[in-house]
């Protein structure tokens, strides 16, 4: 028998003890099995991801209720909006990240990818991140009693032929690192004794694709890496850079209203950013980007941040099972149609949040503040031990009788993460079983030259909106408080403060 047929025996084998939870049972396939520990009998519940959506819950999540077992690719969580900061080296990339087992010490890690998820049977299939030294990687299988799909999504293509070749995407840690050395790099090249003018335009044009906030938000930042830093240091290159941000639609950041818009633009003209609106980009090879009217321009840098598809083992889930099929956008499976508690429509226990999943009842935006938001409220849930069953519109969870408000439920109804905190009051007894809902807490985006937007809703439909160093104000001490610890938190003034003092780090590593 093959390794992996072992190992999927030592799984059902395992399985079929009387005593048998999912912590006891992971198991590494084949030769090399892992180590059976049987630890306890408390009901496992599976956490698919470490980005906001599953951080939000480890945060959270009564792990003396629960045996919870976090299965993700990246040990650590990201603060995603800061990103492409990172890569113009005005913060360090490890200032942004909280490892899992800090998030959560009483939480079980694997750093491993999904394969698979047996929704029938409550297995989810995986297989380690990491290869022992003959390349092996062991793949093992984890059953559970509840599941929650937290896994994002993944940059789109859209099919455009050498974009997985040629660009750099904006959306992991390696990303930034990637594209921070070779902006160094171009440079460098650049400078070269005899490097003729038509190769240093070519070498020194950065190109970023996609006009959504985080296009937007990496432009911005890297027009303050070269005028305040590059500038210095290769004062003879300047007149051939170049930055352009090409954007298939009509409008940049169609997130904000008009005004604000309008105000991106000005600032992009001032601080040397050309934006190109109903421009898109049908082919990239190694030194040319082909456009949709027929032209081609030259690149060294080009960043890719179109938008997000869905990753394959979420439209592999959501394609199996049958009553997905209605909430698919034009039939096709894509995200996880998920109800007003987050439980996935036709599936038994399993939740779906952020990015990965389509919330039914309402329209809501792919970012952090929704996922967060989700994983905090999902954790409510199970906390108070909801029987989540399946999933499907017009059934609620059976409610659940108040005791008493946790410490937990307290601090995030201080910070205004949980919905929670309104129990129905039936006869004198107060009920918990509310749906989710979303509290917008406003979007911002910085555009270079430290000027910001900010857009804020307020009651009765209203919107504060401000533009400009104020808001860039706004915008810092937003991402200071919004850090998820104190570490992360002085980790990031402390980067700025070198940033500012000492300029940022040229060294290409
Ligand atoms: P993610 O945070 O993407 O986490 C997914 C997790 O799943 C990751 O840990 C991943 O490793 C793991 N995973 C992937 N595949 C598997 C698998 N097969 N098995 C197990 N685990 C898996 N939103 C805002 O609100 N404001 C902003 O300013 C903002 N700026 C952004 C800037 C950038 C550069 C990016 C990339 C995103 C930004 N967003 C912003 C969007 C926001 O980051 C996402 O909406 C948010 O991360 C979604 O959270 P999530 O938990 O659904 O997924």
Not at 103 to 125: G, H, M, T
Not at 334 to 359: M, N, T
Not at 466 to 486: D, P, R
Not at 488 to 503: E, Q, S, T
Request: with cysteine; glycine share 8%.
């Amino acid at each position: 028998e093959s390794a992996e047929d072992v190992g999927s025996h030592l799984g059902r084998a395992v399985r079929e003890l009387p005593s048998t939870k999912a912590i006891d049972s992971l198991l590494v396939a084949g030769k090399r099995s892992g180590t059976l520990r049987l630890k306890s009998d408390k009901p496992v519940v599976v956490l698919l991801g470490s980005g906001w959506g599953a951080h939000s819950i480890m945060k959270v999540i009564d792990t003396d209720t629960y045996e919870v077992v976090c299965v993700s690719p990246r040990n650590h969580f990201l603060f995603t909006p800061m990103l492409p900061s990172t890569a113009a080296g005005t913060i360090e990339f490890r200032s942004l990240l909280e490892p899992v087992r800090v998030a959560n010490p009483f939480l079980r890690y694997v750093e491993a990818s999904c394969d698979k998820v047996d929704v029938n049977n409550k297995i989810i299939y995986c297989t380690s991140q990491n290869a022992y030294e003959d390349g092996f990687r062991p793949k093992f299988e984890v059953p559970y009693d509840l599941l929650v799909v937290a896994v994002g999504e993944q940059p789109a293509t859209f099919g455009v032929p050498g974009v997985d070749e040629h660009c750099y995407y904006m959306k992991e840690i390696p990303d930034s690192v990637g594209l921070r050395q070779r902006i160094q790099q171009q440079f460098e090249l650049a400078a070269l004794p005899g490097t003729k003018v038509e190769d240093m335009r070519r070498a020194l044009h950065f190109v970023v694709v996609g006009g959504g906030p985080t296009g937007v938000e990496f432009a911005g930042t890297l027009s303050d890496f070269l005028r305040e830093d590059l500038k210095k240091k290769y004062p003879e290159l300047m007149q051939f850079v170049r930055v352009s941000l090409l954007n298939a639609t009509p409008s940049i950041l169609v997130q904000f209203d008009e005004k604000m818009r309008q105000y991106a633009l000005e600032n992009f003209k001032r601080v040397g950013v050309e934006v190109r609106n109903d421009t898109a980009v049908v082919e990239v090879t190694k030194n040319t980007i082909k456009l949709g009217n027929g032209e081609e321009l030259p690149y060294g840098v080009c960043v890719w941040s179109a938008g997000n598809a869905p990753r394959p083992l979420v439209k592999e889930l959501a394609a199996s099972i049958p009553e997905q099929a209605q909430y698919q956008p034009g039939g096709r499976p894509s995200k996880l149609a998920v109800d007003s508690y987050l439980r996935v429509i036709g599936a038994k226990d399993v939740l779906a949040l952020g990015d990965a999943s389509l919330f039914v009842p309402e329209r809501l935006p792919a970012t952090a503040q929704v996922a967060g938001q989700q994983g905090a409220y999902a954790a409510h849930l199970v906390n108070r031990g909801f029987a989540l069953g399946r999933g499907g519109m017009g059934q609620p969870p059976p409610k659940k009788p108040v005791e008493k408000l946790t410490l937990t439920d307290k601090a995030h109804a201080a910070l205004g993460k949980t919905i929670l905190e309104e129990p129905e009051v039936e006869k004198g007894v107060a009920y918990y079983n509310k749906a989710f809902e979303f509290v917008n807490l406003g979007i911002l985006a910085y555009l270079g030259n430290e000027s910001a937007l900010t857009q804020i809703e307020l009651p009765f439909g209203r919107k504060l909106k401000l533009a400009g160093e104020l808001s860039y104000l706004i915008y810092k001490s937003v991402y200071i408080t919004k850090q998820v610890s104190f570490r992360n938190r002085v980790l990031i003034l402390v980067d700025w403060v070198k940033a500012k003092v000492f300029g940022r780090d040229l060294s290409n590593y």
